[in-house]
């Protein structure tokens, strides 16, 4: 069974930082893309970064790049999403996707497996 596991959320204030981490179990990381997604109260999800199974490329929505940094431990079969710096409007329930595809997209619907989510809240 794939399962998908975040940890690593919480309350911060702005300026502060959070490592959330995806644990994965019942797949291989050498199979799979995961990618990072955020929905804030009342908006639509949105993409944030994913990490390619292929090459271990990266990618970044433009308002989290310099900021965020997205990395994997094959070993432990859990990737990581290090966010420095962050502001109020970085507060979302934050998911871990993974795509079987590999396909190098932040799109929702290209991604087979989600978590159950994490809560982050900056405050001002």
């Known amino acids: 069974e794939v399962q998908l596991v975040e940890s690593g959320g919480g309350l911060v204030q702005a300026g502060g930082s959070l490592r959330l981490s995806c644990a994965a179990s019942?797949?291989?990381?050498?199979?799979?893309?995961i990618g990072w997604f955020r929905q804030a109260p009342g908006k639509e999800r949105e993409g944030v970064s994913y990490i390619s199974a292929s090459d271990g490329n990266s990618y970044y929505t433009d308002s989290v790049k310099g900021r965020f940094i997205i990395s994997s431990d094959k070993a432990k079969n859990t990737v990581y999403l290090q966010m420095n710096s962050l502001k109020p409007e970085d507060t979302a329930v934050y998911y871990c996707?993974?795509?079987?595809?590999?396909?190098?997209?932040?799109?929702?619907?290209?991604?087979?497996?989600w978590g159950q989510g994490t809560q982050v809240t900056v405050s001002s």
């Open positions: 996707a993974a795509d079987s595809a590999d396909s190098s997209s932040l799109r929702s619907y290209d991604y087979d497996y």
């Open positions: 019942g797949f291989s990381f050498d199979d799979y893309a």
